[in-house]
Nanobody, 126 residues
Framework: VQLQASGGGLVQTGGSLRPSCAAS????????MGWFRQAPGREREFVAV????????GYADSVKGRFTISRDNAKNMVYLQMGSLKPEDTAVYYC????????????????????WGQGTLVTVSS
């Protein structure tokens, strides 16, 4: 599967953005999908994940209650609704696909993801 993230941009503290990720191929619905981010000088870190049937989601503690991940299997799309943004959310955001063991499987581990998009930059100004 090939992934392309878009929808990043510049936003003020407290604002919202909704990056999206478009997937190619007819097997999108078989993958759990995750979002990761990488700030300058830092490791790429987990942000959010959604199971292949949307029945289960998971979030990093730093974004819980502010971000919501969703997907539309009919459109081969996954979204990250970001709210109450903070300057520390500034990073390049990547979508990634993980081949799961079951419909409810999700993983927070970067190493489990097989396919990655190119990233979209989110900048939150103070």
């Amino acid at each position: 599967v090939q992934l392309q993230a878009s929808g990043g941009g510049l936003v003020q503290t407290g604002g919202s953005l909704r990056p999206s990720c478009a997937a190619s191929g007819r097997t999108f619905s078989t993958y759990a999908m995750g979002w990761f981010r990488q700030a300058p000088g830092r490791e790429r870190e987990f942000v959010a994940v959604i199971s292949r049937n949307s029945g289960r989601t998971g979030y990093a503690d730093s974004v819980k209650g502010r971000f919501t991940i969703s997907r539309d299997n009919a459109k081969n799309m996954v979204y990250l609704q970001m709210g109450s943004l903070k300057p520390e959310d500034t990073a390049v955001y990547y979508c990634a696909a993980d081949r799961p063991y079951s419909d409810s499987y999700i993983s927070f581990a970067r190493a489990n993801y097989d396919y990655w998009g190119q990233g979209t930059l989110v900048t939150v100004s103070s």
